[in-house]
């Protein structure tokens, strides 16, 4: 695990030691949490003898592409059911989760909608006999394991007051309360435009997983900069200017809001001086291509990948 200072002006005057945990270095090809997520769940996949995994997933999906990655590495079989007619050609995300073996079905966004309910579900896996099933985002109770992981190798190096991660579904943010287990503070940056409705989310995730609501933590809604996928120039300049400063890649999605969110709460004076501040970077890099496919002539700067 690594642990990188960022020398920010806002957080020196503060007096407020800001660490950025690599988590996006920790696997090669399934950089951040999105191993986390499935890490116990191929395992379950595994024992309950399934050769196949099946999620769902918008075009451009992080989860999507990590779930294609993970059967190639770990020898299972992948079906995406993607939100969505079929585009041709394939978008960068789709492109490489076929070339992974992923096998791609699109769902009208009615039926999709319709996927959380148990009768609508039972009704589409009927043609691919008996897979795991993976939600969108991956986000279920065994996922949580695997990101409270993050937390026991976190203390391990370092103290600190608070940790802070985006949220999409809730289920890293759900995964890290578990494994502070109500000590320090936890923050959540909802990369939704209403991203309200991921408190109870979250709630109902500890609940299921360890049985218990926790008091300490906070999700923060009023940074999405847009909204989810969205472009924004501020966002976009934002992370350009923190690659420059730090060599880091933020990614538009999730992280990028993240550090905004974090150096605005410390301007604002919400931590006492002398405390560290742990953000989570979760990877998501992979959604760059897609987003400067879909958004290229609205701005003149894009980072260099690959």
């Known amino acids: 695990m690594l642990l990188q200072e960022l020398h920010e002006p806002i957080a020196e005057q503060h007096g407020v030691q800001l660490l950025l945990l690599r988590d996006d270095l920790a696997h090669p090809e399934l950089p951040g949490n999105k191993w986390r997520k499935l890490k116990y769940n191929l395992r379950a996949a595994r024992a309950q003898g399934h050769d196949t995994l099946l999620t769902f997933g918008g075009a451009f999906s992080n989860h999507i592409a990590a779930v294609a990655t993970a059967g190639r590495l770990q020898g299972f079989q992948t079906i995406g059911l993607i939100r969505g007619e079929a585009t041709l050609p394939l978008n960068p995300t789709l492109t490489q989760a076929t070339a992974d073996g992923m096998h791609l079905h699109y769902l009208d966004r009615t039926t999709y909608r319709g996927a ?3 009768e609508v579900l039972q009704e589409l896996l009927r043609p691919y ?3 795991y099933v993976l939600p ?3 986000t279920n109770a065994l996922a949580l394991p695997g990101c409270a992981e993050l937390i026991t190798e976190l203390t391990a190096q370092t103290d600190f007051a608070a940790v802070a991660v985006a949220c999409g579904t809730g289920g890293t943010l759900a995964g890290l309360l578990t494994g502070l287990g109500g000590q320090r503070a936890a923050i959540g940056v909802s990369a939704l435009k209403n991203g309200g409705f991921l408190r109870d989310e979250i709630h109902q995730l500890t609940q299921a997983a360890v049985g218990q609501r926790y008091a300490n933590w906070e999700l923060l809604t009023d940074y999405h900069l847009g909204g989810y996928a ?3 120039a501020e966002l976009l300049g934002f992370i350009q200017g923190f690659q420059a400063r730090h060599g880091v890649l933020l990614d ?3 992280t990028g809001k993240l550090l905004y969110a974090l ?3 410390i301007r604002q004076g919400r931590f006492a001086r002398g405390s560290t501040v742990v953000a989570v970077h979760t990877g998501g890099q992979q959604g760059w291509a897609g987003f ?3 958004f290229s002539p609205r701005s003149s ?3 260099a990948l690959g």
């Open 252 to 254: 538009p999605l999730y």
């Open 136 to 138: 969108e985002g991956g």
């Open 301 to 303: 700067w894009w980072p």
């Open 263 to 265: 150096l605005d709460q």
């Open 230 to 232: 969205q472009f924004s």
């Open 129 to 131: 006999g008996n897979p």
């Open 292 to 294: 400067r496919q879909r």
């Open 116 to 118: 959380r309910e148990p």
